[in-house]
Every structure is written in structure tokens, then in C-alpha cells.
T-cell receptor, first 113, second 113 residues
Framework: AQSVTQLDSQVPVFEEAPVELRCNYSSSVSVYLFWYVQYPNQGLQLLLK??????LVESINGFEAEFNKSQTSFHLRKPSVHISDTAEYFC???????????FGQGTRLTINP | DTAVSQTPKYLVTQMGNDKSIKCEQNLGHDTMYWYKQDSKKFLKIMFSYNNKELIINETVPNRFSPKSPDKAHLNLHINSLELGDSAVYFCASSGGTGGSPLHFGNGTRLTVT
């Protein structure tokens, strides 16, 4: 079975600073990887995904994540954060061909002015 | 237009009662899910239906009974509610393959007193 570990439960950063949210996964077979964002009192929204091809994937609001198979990681990064990025971020993994999406524990990103 | 809608948004009830949460999606997706998010924000899959057929049933107490009258609807009925059932319940849908992202509703916050 697959599993996901988000190494930081909370990450506080200052506005316009860079940020990295770490995600490691465990699976004996090939997987698809996702990052979702949850703003307060809302459901989750897809931020970006890795299915195949280029290991660097980007979102429309400046986030990017890199799939590293040897380190079984899919860390999320942004070079300069905004107050509006304050949210809970979830890394998730699904085994290719399966439908059970497993989430990490979430990382709360707090942006300080 | 709301893609995945859940009702009610808030549900406060006493132990021992029976309650239902409704979910509808207008995305034409074949697969629908119920996830439970606990007070620590941890998300755990409960059930998944593909075209009205149950395909994932995690170790959920049998007091929880999902029902899918058609592929656009997946309702969750909970019997004999317990304090530990208090959580936010999210409905989601997807195109069905593992690489298809999930579209989430805004959640139903269930409080059992």
C-alpha cells in the first residue's frame, strides 16, 4: 500500500520569502502525485499533479513541485509567497491504475507580513 | 455553477441520532468519494463508488452507509451517531482513472453532542 509523509505540520514564513513544503511517499509500484490546497472553511482544490513526463510541474499561481524518484519525494516550492497563500497544503499519492488517493497529514503554511 | 455540492454545510446533533449528508456533482464524473477530515486536518477515505457500484470501502463502522441512486449522487447515512463521528465530511468526484484529480465539495461539519 502507498503512504505519504509531510515532514512539517506548520511552516511560518514572511511575505515575499521563498518556501518549500516537503513530501515523501512510499510505494512499491509506480504512482501519480498531487498537491492540493485547502483555504479556510473550504474544500480541497488541486494545485498541481505529476503523472509522467517532465519531473518539474508548475501551477498557475507560481508554485512548482519536482518529482524525485530516487528520493521518493515531491516537494512543493514557491520563490516568493503572498499573504493569500496562507492555507493548508496536502500532498497525495495514488497507485497507477488504482483509484484510492491517500493524503499526507497536511502542512499549514502561515504567511506573516 | 457549483461542481460538487454537499448539504447541509453544518450539522449539529445529539448522540444516538441518525443523520444523512447529501452530495451531488454536475461534472459528469463516474467516480464519487467520501472523505473524513478529523480535528487535526487528517483526511481519510471512507468510500468510493464508480457508476453506482461500491469500489472502495475502508474500515468504516457499519453505522455508516453510503447510497448512490445514480452516478451523480452519493449520499452518506450515519446511524447511532457517536461523539467520535464529529468531523468534517467531504464528498468528491473524479473522472475515474487514478490520474484524474478529485473535485471536492465544501464539506459538511458534523458536531455530535
Amino acid at each position: 500500500a502507498q503512504s505519504v509523509t509531510q515532514l512539517d505540520s506548520q511552516v511560518p514564513v514572511f511575505e515575499e520569502a521563498p518556501v518549500e513544503l516537503r513530501c515523501n511517499y512510499s510505494s512499491s509500484v509506480s504512482v501519480y502525485l498531487f498537491w492540493y490546497v485547502q483555504y479556510p472553511n473550504q474544500g480541497l482544490q488541486l494545485l498541481l499533479k505529476y503523472l509522467s513526463g517532465s519531473t518539474l510541474v508548475e501551477s498557475i499561481n507560481g508554485f512548482e513541485a519536482e518529482f524525485n524518484k530516487s528520493q521518493t519525494s515531491f516537494h512543493l516550492r514557491k520563490p516568493s509567497v503572498h499573504i493569500s497563500d496562507t492555507a493548508e497544503y496536502f500532498c497525495a499519492v495514488v497507485i497507477q491504475g488504482a483509484q484510492k488517493l491517500v493524503f499526507g497529514q497536511g502542512t499549514r503554511l502561515t504567511i506573516n507580513p | 455553477d457549483t461542481a460538487v455540492s454537499q448539504t447541509p454545510k453544518y450539522l449539529v446533533t445529539q448522540m444516538g441520532n441518525d443523520k444523512s449528508i447529501k452530495c451531488e456533482q454536475n461534472l459528469g464524473h463516474d467516480t464519487m468519494y467520501w472523505y473524513k477530515q478529523d480535528s487535526k486536518k487528517f483526511l481519510k477515505i471512507m468510500f468510493s463508488y464508480n457508476n453506482k457500484e461500491l469500489i472502495i470501502n475502508e474500515t468504516v463502522p457499519n453505522r455508516f452507509s453510503p447510497k448512490s441512486p445514480d452516478k451523480a449522487h452519493l449520499n452518506l447515512h450515519i446511524n447511532s451517531l457517536e461523539l467520535g463521528d464529529s468531523a468534517v465530511y467531504f464528498c468528491a468526484s473524479s473522472g475515474g482513472t487514478g490520474g484524474s484529480p478529485l473535485h471536492f465539495g465544501n464539506g459538511t461539519r458534523l458536531t455530535v453532542t
